[in-house]
């Protein structure tokens, strides 16, 4: 498995818009009746290229989401986003959840499901061509879709690495 290095960002003065994903009721039954609390996954992005994703759980839903929102800025990261999409093709896993994503043409939207959709949205990317294959769990969704951005490479970077130039890696 390949090394993944994340482009980490902090928060700081960052305007971030924030997205609820999915809301968990969770029941626990005791002796005296049933205790109900929520889980609250959120996505927060700036919509040009910084992108992160928390959980939180409390007893209330709203402070549930509180949470996830706090969780959401201590995981940010930075996402190379070329004219609305993204550079290459990008495969990853997590759990039993894989998400493929493919750069679009301009004017083609993001195609992608609801989990898959808000991460995209937040992280400002507009085309995008994007398949979420085996489970459709929110949570591994989410997390899949993070590790496929987070190892994208800008063409910059490629160039680079391989001592070519930057047409070259383009045009083949």
């Known amino acids: 498995m390949s090394k993944?290095?994340?482009n980490k960002v902090k928060a700081g003065d960052l305007e971030l818009k924030e997205k609820v994903v999915a809301i968990n009721r969770v029941v626990k039954t005791t002796k005296g009746g049933r205790a109900f609390s929520f889980s609250a996954l959120v996505?927060?992005?700036?919509e040009s290229g910084v992108v992160g994703h928390?959980?939180?759980k409390a007893k209330e839903v709203q402070e549930a989401i509180t949470k996830g929102i706090e969780d959401a800025k201590k995981n940010l990261i930075k996402v190379p986003v070329m004219h609305g999409t993204i550079p290459h093709d990008q495969?990853?896993?997590e759990g039993a959840a894989k998400v493929l994503i493919k750069p679009a043409a301009h004017g083609t939207g993001v195609i992608a499901g609801g989990s898959m959709r808000a991460v995209l949205e937040s992280a400002g990317i507009?085309?995008?061509l994007a398949k979420s294959l085996g489970s459709?769990?929110?949570h591994n969704v989410v997390k899949a879709t993070f590790k496929a951005l987070a190892t994208l490479r800008e063409p910059v970077q490629v160039a680079k690495t391989r001592t070519i130039g930057l047409?070259?890696?383009f045009n083949g």
């Open 54 to 56: 928390g959980l939180g």
């Open 126 to 128: 507009t085309d995008v």
């Open 167 to 169: 047409k070259k890696v």
């Open 43 to 46: 996505v927060v992005g700036n």
């Open 4 to 6: 993944v290095t994340l």
């Open 136 to 138: 459709a769990n929110p």
């Open 91 to 93: 495969l990853a896993k």
